[in-house]
C-alpha cells in the first residue's frame, strides 16, 4: 500500500477536534461578537468554544414560527451542590434580572438560568465569578461538575467526601485563560500571565464579600486559577491541547445510599470505610467507564454502567483522577463523537486492560475492590436531624425548577429564608433541594414562611412524584425531540390516579424522562423511564431497580403521549395483583413482563 493510500484510510478528526487543535485558548471570537450589538448571536465555530465556559447558544422554540429567536442557557460549577447563603442570593437574583425568573437545578448539582439574551450574558457571567463561583468547565469536552452525597444525615462522612469531591473538581478544571480575560471583570491577563488588579468580590448587597481560608488539603475554585497556576497558557498541562474526546462525569457515593447514580459516570469513587469504624473513611473504590447517552437506532451507541476497576487509600485520590482523564484524553475515539466517551474505552479494551493503564498513569498498584452494598438512591423530605444538632430540611422540587406559580411561590421563599436565616442551600443530585444548618429556634418560622406561599413541609407530593425527575428539553433545548419538564407533571398526575384506582396510591416508582436519547435525567436507570423519540412520542423503559445499578430495557418504542397509560396500565395491573412480597415494580417488570420480551440483539 502505498503512503498517500494508508494516509486516505485514516479516520479524519471531527469538526470540533480541529477547532480545539487551531485554538486551544478556548477564545474564538467571542470577545469580539460580545461587543458588537448588532449580532444577537454566536457563530457555529464559537457556539462550541461557549460550551466550554458554561453557556449553550439555544432558541425559543415555541416561537420559532416567527424566526429564530435566540437566547442562551449559563450552567455553574457547583461541586457537590453546596451552595452558601450569599451566592444563592446573586444566583437567585441573577434569575430575575436577566434570565426568565427561574433557577434550574440540574441532574448534576448544579444551576442553571434559561433564557439570557446576548446583553445579559456579560453582567451574569462577572456576577457569578465576583461571588466565588465558576462556569468554566460546566460544559464542553472537560470534566463536568463533581457529583457527591449532599444529604448531612445519611452518613457521618458526608462532609469528608464533600471535601474531596471540591478537591477532585479543582485538581480537574482546565486553566483556559480565555475564560477571565472574556467575562471576569478586572482580571485582564497581560502577557506575563500575572494579574493587573486585584479581584474584588461582592456580596448579594453589592459590598465587599471576603471568602473564607480554604480547609486544609481543600481545593478552592477561584474562576479557575489553583494549584497548576494561574499564568496562560497555550496548551493546558492536563488536558492538552485538544482537552477530551467528550465530556467526562464524576461521582461520589457514600454505601448504602446511591443517590449520585455512581454507575452512570465516567469516573465515579465509592467510599470505603472500616467496618469497626464506620467513621473511618479508609478509601475509595474505583468505578470507571459508566455513561448513558445514545442515538435512536444507532446500535453502536448505547447506555453502560461502570466497571469496578479496583480499591485504593485516600492518599491516592487525586492522582487516580488524573490516571482515569488522561487515559480517556488518550485513546477516546477523536474521530466520531458519538463513540467518544469513555464508556466505549472500558467496552472494547476491558477492564483489566484499564486497570493496568491507571497504574501506570497514578504511579502505585490498585488493590482489590472491596465489598460494597447499595441499597436505595433518592432523597429524603421534610425535617431531620443532623449530626451536630442541626437540623435540614428537604424540599421536592418539581423536575428540578425552583419557580414562582399562584399556587406554590417556592422562588420567593427560599430567597426570604436565605436572606433572613443564611441558610446553606444544598443541591441534591434528584433535583431538589436541601437547607442545611438549620438551628432549633429557626425551624418554626422556616417552616412558616414556606406555607405562607403554598409549599408544605409534611406530605409535600405523592410518592411517585417526588420520585421523578425531568430534563428541560421542550422550548430551550435544541436536542429536544419531545416534551420533557413541561409534560412530566400531567402524566404523573396520570400515574397518581391510576395507582390510587388500583389501591397502590402510597407505592414509590422511580420515572424518569427526557426529550432525546442523550439521557440528562438518567431515565435509562429508572424503573419507567420515557424517551423522546418525536414529538408526542417516547420509548418506553422498564426495568430499573431502587439501589440504580441495574439499566432498564425497552419495553414498548414510538408511543403517543396520550397512549402511555393505555400501555402501563395493564403492567401495573399484573404488578399488583403477581408481585412477591414486597417487591418493586421494577423488578417485578424484569422478572416477568420484560422476560416475555426478546431481549435486543447486540450490535
Known amino acids: 500500500m502505498s503512503e498517500n493510500s494508508s494516509a486516505s484510510t485514516t479516520p479524519a478528526l471531527s469538526k470540533n477536534e480541529l477547532l480545539k487543535q487551531n485554538d486551544p485558548s478556548l477564545a474564538g471570537d467571542m470577545a469580539a461578537t460580545l461587543a458588537d450589538p448588532a449580532l444577537d448571536r454566536f457563530s457555529a465555530d464559537d457556539e462550541q468554544f461557549i460550551k466550554f465556559h458554561g453557556i449553550y447558544q439555544q432558541d425559543d422554540r415555541d416561537r420559532r414560527k416567527t424566526g429564530k429567536h435566540y437566547q442562551f442557557m449559563i450552567r455553574n460549577r457547583v461541586p457537590g451542590g453546596i451552595v452558601p447563603p450569599e451566592q444563592y442570593l446573586v444566583f437567585d437574583d441573577l434569575a430575575t434580572r436577566y434570565g426568565n425568573d427561574t433557577l434550574r437545578i440540574t441532574s448534576r448539582q448544579a444551576f442553571q438560568w434559561h433564557g439570557v439574551v446576548k446583553t445579559g450574558l456579560g453582567p451574569l457571567m462577572r456576577r457569578i465569578n465576583e461571588v466565588l463561583s465558576t462556569t468554566l468547565a460546566a460544559c464542553g469536552d472537560v470534566a463536568r461538575n463533581v457529583m457527591a452525597p449532599a444529604t448531612p444525615a445519611t452518613s457521618v462522612l458526608v462532609e469528608q467526601v464533600l471535601a474531596d469531591a471540591r478537591l477532585v473538581s479543582e485538581e480537574l478544571l482546565p486553566r483556559a485563560t480565555a475564560y477571565h480575560q472574556i467575562w471576569v471583570d478586572g482580571t485582564e491577563l497581560n502577557l506575563a500571565g500575572e494579574r493587573e488588579e486585584p479581584r474584588t468580590t461582592l456580596g448579594p448587597d453589592g459590598q465587599p464579600l471576603s471568602a473564607p481560608p480554604p480547609a486544609e488539603g481543600e481545593g478552592v475554585s477561584r474562576c479557575g486559577a489553583g494549584p497548576r497556576g494561574a499564568k496562560p497558557v497555550v496548551e493546558d498541562a492536563l488536558y492538552g491541547r485538544t482537552y477530551l474526546p467528550r465530556k467526562f462525569k464524576t461521582a461520589f457515593a457514600i454505601p448504602p445510599l446511591n443517590d449520585t447514580d455512581v454507575f452512570t459516570n465516567c469516573l465515579g469513587f465509592v467510599a470505603?470505610?472500616?467496618?469497626?469504624?464506620?467513621?473511618?473513611?479508609?478509601?475509595?473504590?474505583?468505578?470507571?467507564?459508566?455513561?448513558?447517552?445514545?442515538?435512536?437506532?444507532?446500535?453502536?451507541?448505547?447506555?453502560?454502567?461502570?466497571?469496578?476497576?479496583?480499591?485504593?487509600?485516600?492518599?491516592?485520590?487525586?492522582?487516580?483522577?488524573?490516571?482515569?482523564?488522561?487515559?480517556?484524553?488518550?485513546?477516546?475515539?477523536?474521530?466520531?463523537?458519538?463513540?467518544?466517551?469513555?464508556?466505549?474505552?472500558?467496552?472494547?479494551?476491558?477492564?483489566?486492560?484499564?486497570?493496568?493503564?491507571?497504574?501506570?498513569?497514578?504511579?502505585?498498584?490498585?488493590?482489590?475492590?472491596?465489598?460494597?452494598?447499595?441499597?436505595?438512591?433518592?432523597?429524603?423530605?421534610?425535617?431531620?436531624?443532623?449530626?451536630?444538632?442541626?437540623?435540614?430540611?428537604?424540599?421536592?422540587?418539581?423536575?428540578?425548577?425552583?419557580?414562582?406559580?399562584?399556587?406554590?411561590?417556592?422562588?420567593?421563599?427560599?430567597?426570604?429564608?436565605?436572606?433572613?436565616?443564611?441558610?446553606?442551600?444544598?443541591?441534591?443530585?434528584?433535583?431538589?433541594?436541601?437547607?442545611?444548618?438549620?438551628?432549633?429556634?429557626?425551624?418554626?418560622?422556616?417552616?412558616?414562611?414556606?406555607?405562607?406561599?403554598?409549599?408544605?413541609?409534611?406530605?409535600?407530593?405523592?410518592?411517585?412524584?417526588?420520585?421523578?425527575?425531568?430534563?428541560?428539553?421542550?422550548?430551550?433545548?435544541?436536542?429536544?425531540?419531545?416534551?420533557?419538564?413541561?409534560?412530566?407533571?400531567?402524566?404523573?398526575?396520570?400515574?397518581?390516579?391510576?395507582?390510587?384506582?388500583?389501591?397502590?396510591?402510597?407505592?414509590?416508582?422511580?420515572?424518569?424522562?427526557?426529550?432525546?436519547?442523550?439521557?440528562?435525567?438518567?431515565?435509562?436507570?429508572?424503573?419507567?423511564?420515557?424517551?423522546?423519540?418525536?414529538?408526542?412520542?417516547?420509548?418506553?423503559?422498564?426495568?430499573?431497580?431502587?439501589?440504580?445499578?441495574?439499566?432498564?430495557?425497552?419495553?414498548?418504542?414510538?408511543?403517543?403521549?396520550?397512549?402511555?397509560?393505555?400501555?402501563?396500565?395493564?403492567?401495573?395491573?399484573?404488578?399488583?395483583?403477581?408481585?412477591?412480597?414486597?417487591?418493586?415494580?421494577?423488578?417485578?417488570?424484569?422478572?416477568?413482563?420484560?422476560?416475555?420480551?426478546?431481549?435486543?440483539?447486540?450490535?
Open 272 to 603: 470505603i470505610v472500616d467496618p469497626a469504624h464506620p467513621e473511618q473513611l479508609l478509601g475509595y473504590n474505583l468505578l470507571a467507564g459508566g455513561g448513558l447517552g445514545m442515538s435512536h437506532g444507532n446500535k453502536e451507541t448505547f447506555p453502560r454502567l461502570a466497571d469496578v476497576i479496583g480499591f485504593f487509600p485516600c492518599e491516592g485520590l487525586v492522582a487516580v483522577a488524573k490516571a482515569v482523564l488522561t487515559a480517556h484524553r488518550d485513546f477516546g475515539d477523536r474521530t466520531n463523537r458519538k463513540h467518544a466517551r469513555l464508556k466505549y474505552v472500558l467496552e472494547e479494551r476491558g477492564a483489566n486492560w484499564f486497570r493496568g493503564e491507571v497504574e501506570v498513569r497514578a504511579g502505585f498498584k490498585l488493590d482489590e475492590a472491596r465489598p460494597m452494598n447499595f441499597q436505595k438512591q433518592g432523597d429524603l423530605f421534610g425535617w431531620h436531624q443532623q449530626a451536630d444538632g442541626s437540623r435540614f430540611l428537604g424540599l421536592y422540587v418539581e423536575a428540578g425548577r425552583v419557580k414562582n406559580t399562584p399556587e406554590r411561590q417556592l422562588k420567593i421563599a427560599l430567597r426570604r429564608i436565605v436572606e433572613k436565616h443564611r441558610i446553606e442551600v444544598r443541591l441534591t443530585p434528584s433535583q431538589n433541594l436541601l437547607l442545611t444548618g438549620v438551628r432549633a429556634d429557626q425551624q418554626a418560622d422556616i417552616t412558616a414562611i414556606l406555607a405562607e406561599h403554598g409549599v408544605p413541609v409534611e406530605n409535600q407530593a405523592a410518592a411517585v412524584r417526588r420520585a421523578s425527575m425531568a430534563c428541560p428539553s421542550m422550548p430551550t433545548c435544541g436536542l429536544g425531540l419531545a416534551e420533557s419538564e413541561r409534560f412530566l407533571p400531567s402524566l404523573l398526575d396520570q400515574f397518581e390516579h391510576e395507582l390510587a384506582t388500583l389501591g397502590l396510591a402510597d407505592e414509590e416508582i422511580i420515572v424518569r424522562m427526557t426529550g432525546c436519547p442523550n439521557g440528562c435525567a438518567r431515565p435509562y436507570m429508572a424503573e419507567i423511564g420515557f424517551v423522546g423519540r418525536a414529538p408526542n412520542k417516547y420509548n418506553v423503559y422498564l426495568g430499573g431497580n431502587e439501589t440504580s445499578m441495574r439499566l432498564n430495557r425497552e419495553f414498548r418504542a414510538s408511543v403517543k403521549s396520550e397512549e402511555i397509560m393505555n400501555e402501563l396500565r395493564p403492567v401495573l395491573l399484573r404488578w399488583r395483583d403477581e408481585r412477591q412480597p414486597g417487591e418493586r415494580f421494577g423488578d417485578f417488570a424484569m422478572r416477568t413482563v420484560l422476560a416475555e420480551i426478546p431481549a435486543p440483539a447486540t450490535a
